[in-house]
């Protein structure tokens, strides 16, 4: 049982980037329709697929499981393999964004829930279209400056340049990597 409790609440790492990039597609379509329709309920799906997969993946997420059974297998041409950890933390910063907006709407304080959204609309934006996920990039800054040994392998998704395959080191480093970075 702790055993399919542990894989429920894990997180897929190396993560598929196509995949991940749809998503973020899906949440730039909800955060746009929330601050078109300017409805909180609009809030709820939207803060807890952000939940869902910061605890499980796409395993508990609605989009996560549209994208990922359905959608992304159709799509053609290479999937490339991304770190999980820095994709994850870049959820829990959704959670943040989307939760914290949850809370002002409720809070009576919906210009704080617009300005909020529309900065994770930005940042879904960028990784949909463009592949630069700045949770990756913030995850990256701050393992960085934790320990001398972390390298640009984090996920950056080419930005400023390919900078994934430059190194072997852990991430966290306190953590066993799944897979060899050196193959990213």
Partial sequence: MLGSVRRLFSFPDPVDETSA?????GVVAQAALF????????????TYGFVARVLTGPTLS????????VVSPRVPG?????????KRFAQGIGVAFSGGASIARIAGVPTV????????????TLEAVAAVCLGC???RFLWSARTATTSANVCVSRWP?????????RFPPDR?????????
């Fill in 176 to 184: 066993p990597s799944r897979g060899d970075p050196a193959n990213w």
């Fill in 113 to 124: 829930s617009y300005v909020l959204i529309a900065a994770l609309t930005l940042a879904a």
């Fill in 161 to 169: 340049h390919e900078t994934h395959r430059t190194t072997t080191t």
């Fill in 62 to 69: 609605p989009l996560g499981q549209l994208v990922t059974r």
């Fill in 35 to 46: 601050l078109v329709l300017r409805e909180g309920w609009v809030l709820v799906p939207l």
């Fill in 21 to 25: 990039r749809l998503v973020a597609a």
């Fill in 137 to 139: 990039i913030a995850y």
């Fill in 78 to 86: 290479d999937h490339r393999q991304v770190p999980g950890p820095p």
